[in-house]
Every structure is written in C-alpha cells, then in structure tokens.
C-alpha cells in the first residue's frame, strides 16, 4: 500500500516511528509533502533518512503571502534534490482569510511553470476555490500530471476526469456525511486513483479519534475498495501502480 500525500513533520511520534508503524500495516511507500522552505527541507530529510519516504517541495497557499522570485528559486534548488518526485502542494484556498488571493495565484502558476520544466507531477490543493483552480490548471498546466491531492469537489468530477487528472481521496471520504465524495470514489477510473492520509489532519472513520498517521491509509482504502466492489488486494495493486507511474518509485 501507499500514501500519496502525508506531512510527516507535523505527525507525531517521530519519523522512525511513523515509517515502521506503516511498514507494519503494508505501507511501504510515502510521500511527505512540503509546505514551506522549513517544511520542504524536512521532507527531504526525511527521504534521504528512509527509503519508503519521498518528497513533494512546494508552497501553501496559505503560506504564499509575499511569493517572489526568491521564493521561486528557493524551491527550485530544493525540488532539483534527487529525493524530490512532485510539486506542491500548490492551488487556491479561500476558506479561511490567511493570504492575499493575488499572492497565491502568482505562487500557484509559479508552480505550475516549475512542474512544467522539472517533469514532475503536481500537487495540488483547492478548498472554496474550485472554479478557479480548474480554470488555472485548464489555461496553464498542458502537459502535467495533475494530482487533486485529498479530493473534494465532486461537482466538478467529470470535468477534472476528461482532463486526466488523478485523483487522491484521504481519511474524509469514509465520514458519513460524505456520501458525494464517496460516491466520486466509486466512478474514478481506475488508472487515475490514489489514497492518502493527509496525516497529521483527517483521520479515517474507524481511528477518527486518533491523531492520523501513515499507517492509517489501509483504512481509507479498504473503504475505497468496499465502495469500489473490489478486494483490497486489487485495489492495493491499482494504487501501488498509478503512484509507481506518477512518482517513479
């Protein structure tokens, strides 16, 4: 199994704990996802430390404000680490006033120009902004792989389906009151579909009250798979290979 999206520096206990707690659970691949020049240069601690692990280097939305040049070339040099296989996460989020809109648009097709010239797929994050974040990617990503990292706008699933994108769902789509995102889950295509924790936030149904983990993704996917019709074994071998193709693990 995999986990396409978790932030292991804001987990708890301390990585080595994380990682073999995984491995217990069949996890065996990661990808630790930077939100800020701290965060990415963590990340890319963390998978130089472990081979199950590596990195997403990126810029938050939220943590956007003031993105400039430096900024850019900040995350260049840290996303040409041999370690690093995405970018992001990076996208438009409205839902809580934190950073200027124009600051994390120019922060998100930075980003995207960098996904662009590195090859390497792109994370990204959209919360109360779906509109703009798919006419953002329409007029400026041709040519990436596109990750929804922990969908969340089954609205707009059929369009985000004929552009190709994938399709990562985190613990949120086994709540009970997400009947729609589990209903997208059932219709992605196959070859399109991850799972992810988004560890330390949105803990899967069964461990709701516990603080999320990597280890935690088999609960996710075995919802995913039970909504799917499918065993867990096959819906292990379909993640395992889409993120092999994505990330070239």
């Not at 081979?51 to 996303?79: K, M």
């Not at 009970?176 to 997208?184: D, G, K, R, T, V």
């Not at 803990?203 to 009250?209: A, H, M, N, Y």
């Amino acid at each position: 199994m995999i986990d396409s999206h978790t932030h292991l520096e804001s987990c708890a206990p301390d990585d080595a704990d994380l990682v073999a707690a995984a491995a217990a659970e069949g996890v065996d691949r990661m990808l630790t996802v930077g939100t800020d020049g701290a965060s990415c240069r963590a990340a890319l601690a963390a998978a130089e430390t472990f081979p199950q692990v590596y990195a997403a280097i990126g810029r938050h939305p939220n943590s956007a404000s003031g993105f400039d040049d430096n900024d850019l070339a900040e995350l260049e040099a840290l996303a040409a680490h041999e370690r690093c296989v995405a970018i992001g996460e990076t996208g438009l989020d409205f839902y809580r006033d934190r950073t200027p809109p124009a600051d994390q648009q120019r922060a998100f097709e930075a980003q995207i120009g960098l996904a662009q010239r590195s090859g390497k797929p792109l994370v990204i994050r959209t919360r109360a902004t779906g509109e703009p974040t798919i006419a953002t990617l329409r007029e400026r990503a041709q040519g990436v792989r596109v990750i929804l990292h922990c969908f969340s706008m089954p609205d707009h699933l059929d369009e985000c389906v004929e552009q190709g994108w994938w399709f990562s769902f985190a613990g949120n789509v086994t709540y009970p009151s997400a009947q729609s995102l589990a209903e997208a889950a059932e219709r992605v295509p196959e070859d399109r579909l991850l799972v992810e924790t988004d560890a330390p936030y949105l803990s899967p149904q069964p461990v709701r009250k516990e603080r999320n983990q990597p280890a935690f993704v088999v609960h996710t996917a075995r919802f995913v798979a039970e909504r799917r019709g499918v065993p867990y074994e096959e819906l292990e071998r379909t993640v395992e290979r889409n993120a092999a193709e994505l990330f070239g693990w």
